[in-house]
Protein backbone atom coordinates (compact mmCIF):
# COMPACT_ATOMS: atom_id res chain seq x y z
CA UNK A 1 0.00 0.00 0.00
CA UNK A 2 0.91 3.59 -0.82
CA UNK A 3 3.13 5.32 2.25
CA UNK A 4 1.08 8.71 1.31
CA UNK A 5 -2.45 8.06 0.08
CA UNK A 6 -4.69 11.18 -0.75
CA UNK A 7 -6.48 12.64 2.85
CA UNK A 8 -4.33 10.42 4.83
CA UNK A 9 -1.30 11.61 7.12
CA UNK A 10 1.52 9.99 8.71
CA UNK A 11 1.63 11.52 12.56
CA UNK A 12 4.71 10.31 14.76
CA UNK A 13 5.24 12.31 17.67
CA UNK A 14 8.16 11.03 20.11
CA UNK A 15 9.71 13.16 24.07
CA UNK A 16 12.05 16.06 23.06
CA UNK A 17 14.61 17.35 25.54
CA UNK A 18 11.95 20.50 25.06
CA UNK A 19 9.04 18.18 26.00
CA UNK A 20 10.33 15.27 27.73
CA UNK A 21 6.47 14.51 29.43
CA UNK A 22 5.22 14.40 25.76
CA UNK A 23 3.37 11.00 24.97
CA UNK A 24 4.26 9.30 21.97
CA UNK A 25 2.02 9.15 19.09
CA UNK A 26 2.51 7.10 16.19
CA UNK A 27 -0.55 6.44 13.95
CA UNK A 28 -2.51 7.62 10.79
CA UNK A 29 -5.18 10.46 10.66
CA UNK A 30 -7.62 11.10 8.08
CA UNK A 31 -8.52 14.53 6.88
CA UNK A 32 -11.47 15.43 4.64
CA UNK A 33 -12.76 18.98 4.13
CA UNK A 34 -16.43 19.33 2.60
CA UNK A 35 -18.61 22.29 2.79
CA UNK A 36 -16.34 24.38 5.09
CA UNK A 37 -16.82 20.77 7.50
CA UNK A 38 -13.27 19.55 8.85
CA UNK A 39 -13.77 15.20 9.43
CA UNK A 40 -11.23 13.50 11.06
CA UNK A 41 -10.63 10.58 12.89
CA UNK A 42 -7.01 9.14 14.15
CA UNK A 43 -6.22 5.40 14.01
CA UNK A 44 -3.12 4.15 15.98
CA UNK A 45 -0.32 2.05 14.95
CA UNK A 46 -0.87 0.32 18.49
CA UNK A 47 -4.21 0.42 18.86
CA UNK A 48 -5.03 -1.47 15.57
CA UNK A 49 -1.98 -3.86 15.11
CA UNK A 50 0.90 -2.03 13.47
CA UNK A 51 1.77 0.56 11.01
CA UNK A 52 0.47 -1.03 8.20
CA UNK A 53 -2.59 -2.49 9.94
CA UNK A 54 -3.66 0.89 11.06
CA UNK A 55 -3.14 2.47 7.73
CA UNK A 56 -5.32 -0.28 5.63
CA UNK A 57 -8.21 0.97 8.71
CA UNK A 58 -7.77 4.62 7.78
CA UNK A 59 -7.77 4.07 3.73
CA UNK A 60 -11.09 2.02 4.80
CA UNK A 61 -12.36 4.59 6.65
CA UNK A 62 -11.86 7.54 4.39
CA UNK A 63 -13.58 5.73 1.24
CA UNK A 64 -16.55 4.96 3.43
CA UNK A 65 -16.15 8.27 4.60
CA UNK A 66 -15.65 9.79 0.92
CA UNK A 67 -18.95 7.46 -0.07
CA UNK A 68 -21.10 9.26 2.20
CA UNK A 69 -19.91 13.09 1.81
CA UNK A 70 -20.94 15.20 -0.77
CA UNK A 71 -18.67 16.13 -3.63
CA UNK A 72 -16.29 19.04 -2.96
CA UNK A 73 -17.10 22.49 -4.03
CA UNK A 74 -15.64 23.59 -7.52
CA UNK A 75 -12.89 25.89 -6.13
CA UNK A 76 -13.57 28.44 -8.83
CA UNK A 77 -17.28 28.50 -6.79
CA UNK A 78 -15.86 28.19 -3.41
CA UNK A 79 -13.39 31.52 -4.17
CA UNK A 80 -16.45 33.14 -6.23
CA UNK A 81 -18.21 32.47 -3.11
CA UNK A 82 -15.90 34.05 -0.59
CA UNK A 83 -15.46 37.46 -2.97
CA UNK A 84 -19.26 37.61 -2.94
CA UNK A 85 -20.07 40.82 -0.75
CA UNK A 86 -24.11 40.25 -2.25
CA UNK A 87 -24.66 36.61 -1.49
CA UNK A 88 -25.09 35.89 -5.42
CA UNK A 89 -21.92 34.56 -7.12
CA UNK A 90 -21.25 36.91 -10.43
CA UNK A 91 -23.39 39.95 -8.70
CA UNK A 92 -21.63 43.16 -7.43
CA UNK A 93 -22.20 46.54 -6.66
CA UNK A 94 -20.04 49.11 -7.10
CA UNK A 95 -18.96 52.98 -7.73
CA UNK A 96 -17.79 53.87 -10.53
CA UNK A 97 -16.04 57.69 -11.69
CA UNK A 98 -16.60 56.97 -15.53
CA UNK A 99 -14.17 60.16 -15.96
CA UNK A 100 -16.45 62.95 -14.52
CA UNK A 101 -14.38 62.78 -11.13
CA UNK A 102 -18.17 62.17 -9.81
CA UNK A 103 -18.35 58.31 -7.98
CA UNK A 104 -21.45 56.73 -9.89
CA UNK A 105 -23.53 53.57 -8.58
CA UNK A 106 -24.19 50.13 -10.35
CA UNK A 107 -25.10 47.05 -10.86
CA UNK A 108 -22.86 44.89 -12.02
CA UNK A 109 -22.40 40.76 -13.03
CA UNK A 110 -20.08 38.82 -15.00
CA UNK A 111 -20.68 35.40 -16.42
CA UNK A 112 -18.90 32.82 -18.42
CA UNK A 113 -20.05 32.23 -22.03
CA UNK A 114 -19.62 28.31 -23.75
CA UNK A 115 -16.11 29.23 -25.14
CA UNK A 116 -15.35 30.13 -21.19
CA UNK A 117 -15.02 33.93 -22.14
CA UNK A 118 -15.93 36.10 -19.41
CA UNK A 119 -18.02 38.89 -20.22
CA UNK A 120 -19.99 41.56 -18.01
CA UNK A 121 -22.80 44.18 -17.88
CA UNK A 122 -23.45 47.00 -15.69
CA UNK A 123 -26.82 48.82 -14.46
CA UNK A 124 -26.79 52.54 -13.67
CA UNK A 125 -28.55 53.09 -10.27
CA UNK A 126 -29.19 56.16 -11.11
CA UNK A 127 -30.64 55.34 -14.14
CA UNK A 128 -32.46 52.49 -13.59
CA UNK A 129 -33.43 53.31 -9.40
CA UNK A 130 -31.87 50.67 -7.05
CA UNK A 131 -34.38 47.85 -7.04
CA UNK A 132 -34.86 47.84 -11.19
CA UNK A 133 -30.70 47.75 -11.28
CA UNK A 134 -31.05 44.70 -9.24
CA UNK A 135 -33.61 42.77 -11.13
CA UNK A 136 -32.07 44.04 -14.47
CA UNK A 137 -28.79 42.45 -13.01
CA UNK A 138 -30.47 39.28 -12.03
CA UNK A 139 -32.87 38.94 -14.95
CA UNK A 140 -29.58 39.17 -17.46
CA UNK A 141 -27.65 36.53 -14.89
CA UNK A 142 -30.16 34.24 -15.09
CA UNK A 143 -30.76 34.31 -18.64
CA UNK A 144 -26.87 33.94 -19.38
CA UNK A 145 -26.27 31.34 -16.59
CA UNK A 146 -29.45 29.28 -18.45
CA UNK A 147 -27.81 29.59 -21.99
CA UNK A 148 -24.60 28.59 -20.75
CA UNK A 149 -25.10 25.60 -19.13
CA UNK A 150 -28.52 25.35 -18.50
CA UNK A 151 -28.63 25.85 -14.52
CA UNK A 152 -29.53 29.05 -13.30
CA UNK A 153 -30.80 29.93 -10.25
CA UNK A 154 -34.27 31.68 -10.31
CA UNK A 155 -34.43 35.12 -10.70
CA UNK A 156 -36.46 36.09 -7.82
CA UNK A 157 -34.23 33.92 -5.24
CA UNK A 158 -31.34 36.33 -6.32
CA UNK A 159 -32.84 39.73 -6.21
CA UNK A 160 -34.22 38.31 -2.83
CA UNK A 161 -30.83 37.51 -1.31
CA UNK A 162 -28.91 40.07 -3.14
CA UNK A 163 -31.16 43.58 -2.92
CA UNK A 164 -30.74 43.90 1.47
CA UNK A 165 -27.42 43.58 0.19
CA UNK A 166 -26.57 45.93 -1.94
CA UNK A 167 -29.08 48.51 -0.76
CA UNK A 168 -26.77 48.62 2.56
CA UNK A 169 -23.45 48.98 0.46
CA UNK A 170 -25.77 51.28 -2.10
CA UNK A 171 -27.20 53.28 1.24
CA UNK A 172 -23.35 53.54 2.68
CA UNK A 173 -22.25 55.55 -0.48
CA UNK A 174 -18.99 55.31 -2.03
CA UNK A 175 -16.71 57.04 0.98
CA UNK A 176 -19.01 54.55 3.59
CA UNK A 177 -20.10 57.89 4.89
CA UNK A 178 -23.44 57.85 3.42
CA UNK A 179 -24.97 58.53 0.43
CA UNK A 180 -24.15 61.45 -1.85
CA UNK A 181 -27.05 64.09 -2.42
CA UNK A 182 -28.02 62.96 -5.99
CA UNK A 183 -28.56 59.82 -4.64
CA UNK A 184 -30.83 60.23 -1.68
CA UNK A 185 -32.95 61.46 -4.28
CA UNK A 186 -32.72 58.51 -6.27
CA UNK A 187 -33.11 56.37 -2.99
CA UNK A 188 -36.72 58.62 -2.35
CA UNK A 189 -37.92 58.59 -6.03
CA UNK A 190 -37.77 54.50 -5.86
CA UNK A 191 -39.23 54.48 -2.15
Known amino acids: MSDKPKNVFRI ?11 HPTHGWQVRIKRQKEQYTKYFSDKRHGG ?8 VEYRDEL ?9 PV ?12 IGLNFC ?10 PYVQLSWLEDDDTR ?12 RRAVWKACARLHEA ?4 NGEAEEVNDMFQTAFPNIKE ?23
Open 95 to 104: WKDDGSGTPK
Open 66 to 74: LDELPEPMD
Open 145 to 148: RAEH
Open 51 to 58: REEALEKA
Open 169 to 191: QYEAGPDGEGLPEEDEEVMEAAA
Open 119 to 130: RSAAYSVRKWNL
Open 77 to 88: RRSAEARSTTGV
Open 12 to 22: DIEPTEDNPDR
